[in-house]
Structures are given as C-alpha cells and as structure tokens.
T-cell receptor, first 112, second 111 residues
Framework: EAQVTQNPRYLITVTGKKLTVTCSQNMNHEYMSWYRQDPGLGLRQIYYSMNVEVTDKGDVPEGYKVSRKEKRNFPLILESPSPNQTSLYFC???????????FGNGTRLTVT | KNQVEQSPQSLIILEGKNCTLQCNYTVSPFSNLRWYKQDTGRGPVSLTIMTFSENTKSNGRYTATLDADTKQSSLHITASQLSDSASYICVGQQGAQKLVFGQGTRLTINP
C-alpha cells in the first residue's frame, strides 16, 4: 500500500531533550516536506526537500533540522525542543512540487 | 501579501443536502489551486488540483471550480454523507514550491 509513515504518533517530552520524528514514504517520491498544524493558524511548512541531499527552509524553520540522505526518508530533528513547538506535525511527499501531496497521519508532540 | 481565505469557518448541514465552500486566494505567481479533506486525527487527503486554465474539476461527489480572474474557488459537495464530516483546506501554490494554506472550513454532516 502506498503510504507515508510517521513515527511516533504521540510524543511527550521535556524542554531541551533532543528528539527525532521519522518519516518514510514507499512511493519513490522526489519531493518531501514537513508541516506543523496549530489551531487558528492552519498548516505551515517547516522544511522541504526536492530530492536527496537537497533541503530548504519553509515558513517556520527555526528550531528544526532535517536531512535527506535517502530518497524514502526525511526525518525531522528538534535539537532542543521548547514548549512553543508543541504541535501536530505532518510529513508529506509528492512526485514533484506541482503534484498532490500525500500526507502521513501525523505526530502529536507535547513539550513540557 | 500571499494569502488564502476560506469561508465559512464552520458549517453544519443535514445528510443528503448539498453545500458549497468558498476560497479566495491572493497568490502570485499563481501555479495551481488545491483542495484537501482532513478527517479528525488524520492527515489531509488530496481532492482536486487545478491550474489557471481549468475552471472545473470533479472527484466523485466533490466538484471544485476556479475563477482565475476573480481569484476565487469553490468546493461543491453533492448529496452529503456522514463521512463527509471533516475539515476542507484550500491551498494556493505560489511559483514552483511554496504552498499557501487556508485555515480550513469545518463541515459537520448531521443525520
């Protein structure tokens, strides 16, 4: 089944403790991206990647890192999480930047 | 400023009725206009994607329209079902990469 898989689905952590949210797609998509979704603000792009070893900042990149060493994986790294990063995170992929996005089912992160 | 505004914010209708959701966009340079459906607790799912040369596109009971002159789009749902209860998100693509998301319309279908 074609899908984007994020892990974990739920994560509670404390301020400053480094964490990684994994994202993997099995559709051989070139384009991958990360979003956060907050009430009243909608979806906002954090980072995106057009292909392996190519990443770029979205609208809200501060406090996040990404890497794209393989085509299928696009992990999101929070080096020192803070409470304002408490949010619902989505990974997405597509054939190209003009194609429809396929989203994962989300990771709900709480930073205390 | 690039932005996408949706209306209404929320809508409640009875099962079997039709409804129309609205989207006004200011996105330049404009590449395409997308509609996504997001069920509670799930990731958004693509419904339609339209370029400026397309003014109507259907996906089952969902029909999206695009007026590039007035920069408006609508999503019409025909013969609504309980499973249509979800948030519907309008997205404008600016250029090659940037997506501008609306805040969504929360649709509730009551039996």
């Amino acid at each position: 089944e074609a899908q984007v898989t994020q892990n974990p689905r739920y994560l509670i952590t404390v301020t400053g403790k480094k964490l990684t949210v994994t994202c993997s797609q099995n559709m051989n998509h070139e384009y991958m991206s990360w979003y956060r979704q907050d009430p009243g603000l909608g979806l906002r792009q954090i980072y995106y990647s057009m292909n392996v070893e190519v990443t770029d900042k979205g609208d809200v990149p501060e406090g996040y890192k990404v890497s794209r060493k393989e085509k299928r994986n696009f992990p999101l790294i929070l080096e020192s999480p803070s409470p304002n990063q408490t949010s619902l995170y989505f990974c997405a992929s597509s054939l190209g930047s003009y194609s429809p996005l396929h989203f994962g089912n989300g990771t709900r992160l709480t930073v205390t | 400023k690039n932005q996408v505004e949706q209306s209404p914010q929320s809508l409640i209708i009875l099962e079997g009725k039709n409804c129309t959701l609205q989207c006004n966009y200011t996105v330049s340079p404009f590449s395409n206009l997308r509609w996504y459906k997001q069920d509670t607790g799930r990731g958004p799912v693509s419904l339609t994607i339209m370029t400026f040369s397309e003014n109507t596109k259907s996906n089952g009971r969902y029909t999206a329209t695009l007026d590039a002159d007035t920069k408006q789009s609508s999503l019409h749902i025909t013969a609504s079902q309980l499973s249509d209860s979800a948030s519907y998100i309008c997205v404008g693509q600016q250029g090659a990469q940037k997506l501008v998301f609306g805040q969504g319309t929360r649709l509730t279908i009551n039996p």
